[in-house]
């Protein structure tokens, strides 16, 4: 009965570890699409940051996902 509750509480965990990326990911996704009104010789610099970031954030996305099965 207690393995139960342990399990749930597990995956409530992971449920909440994963929220937070997933609402970085929508900012950089909305940023990313800002950045398209920037001049081109501006533009370049802040969507690769954006890209590497946003990266980041799916590596640590599918790792918590990975945690939870």
């Given at each position: 009965?207690?393995?139960?509750?342990?399990?749930g509480y597990?995956?409530?965990?992971?449920?909440s570890q994963?929220?937070?990326?997933?609402?970085?990911?929508?900012?950089?996704?909305?940023?990313?699409?800002?950045?398209?009104?920037?001049?081109?010789?501006?533009?370049?610099?802040?969507?690769?940051?954006?890209?590497?970031?946003?990266?980041?954030?799916?590596?640590?996305?599918?790792?918590?996902?990975?945690d939870q099965?």
């Amino acid at each position: 009965m207690t393995e139960g509750r342990e399990r749930g509480y597990g995956r409530q965990m992971v449920e909440s570890q994963l929220s937070e990326p997933q609402n970085v990911r929508l900012l950089l996704e909305e940023a990313r699409g800002l950045s398209r009104n920037f001049a081109f010789h501006r533009r370049v610099r802040p969507q690769t940051k954006i890209g590497e970031t946003l990266e980041d954030v799916d590596r640590q996305i599918a790792g918590l996902r990975s945690d939870q099965r």
